[in-house]
């Protein structure tokens, strides 16, 4: 078997199908921003942080950094539309979760909301960010979680059910409804 050699810029693209999120900020106004994300990854369990990586120059990250906080909103295939539009590029100040006709609900330990059509949520505070080239990795420290009742089974993700989003590239997703266990 043959290997081709790729662009290293396209590195990250052998590391898809990633789970897909749509994080949840806010300003020092109180107005709303949400837009999905791919380039996420669990950090530690103790404590329990949890990792995104930003643009620095979107409304997300500049958020991020006035008011150190975020909800992660865990979406399933039944909003992949609404999750597309808030990828949008509205102007700052435009509330992505109303534009894409999803809810608003109340956190618990932070200002910005969480996404009542989302199958789970993780409240975080910014326990610290990192330039890392293009992107800017923020750590946020998981204070709350919340699931839906339906979407777990013997502890975890019930797949099959919520089929989860996993983003492959551009407008192309993975709908992960498949569990299989290693013989």
């Known amino acids: 078997m043959e290997f081709e050699n790729m662009d290293v810029g396209s590195f990250y693209r052998m590391l898809a199908p990633r789970p897909t999120i749509i994080v949840t ?11 999905p994300f791919s380039f996420t990854m669990p950090v530690s369990v103790n404590p329990p942080l949890i990792a995104v990586s930003s643009v620095p120059r979107h409304h997300t990250y500049q958020n991020l950094e006035e008011t150190r906080e975020l909800v992660v909103n865990i ?3 039944d909003i992949l539309n609404q ?4 990828g949008e590029k509205f102007p700052q100040g435009v509330n992505e979760i109303r534009k894409a006709g999803l809810t608003e609900m109340d956190s618990v330990e932070v200002a910005p909301p969480r996404i009542k059509e989302c199958l789970a949520h993780m409240e975080c505070k910014v326990e610290f960010t990192r330039e890392c080239g293009d992107h800017h990795l923020v750590v946020g420290r998981v204070l709350k979680v919340g699931v839906r009742e ?3 089974r013997e502890g975890l993700l019930d797949v099959e059910m919520v089929k989860p989003l996993l983003h492959l590239g551009g407008k192309d997703f993975v709908v992960g409804d498949h569990r299989r266990k290693v013989d």
């Open 83 to 86: 999750l597309w539009v808030t």
């Open 25 to 35: 900020t806010v300003n020092n106004e109180g107005e709303v921003n949400a837009a």
């Open 150 to 152: 339906d979407a777990m």
């Open 75 to 77: 979406p399933g295939a």
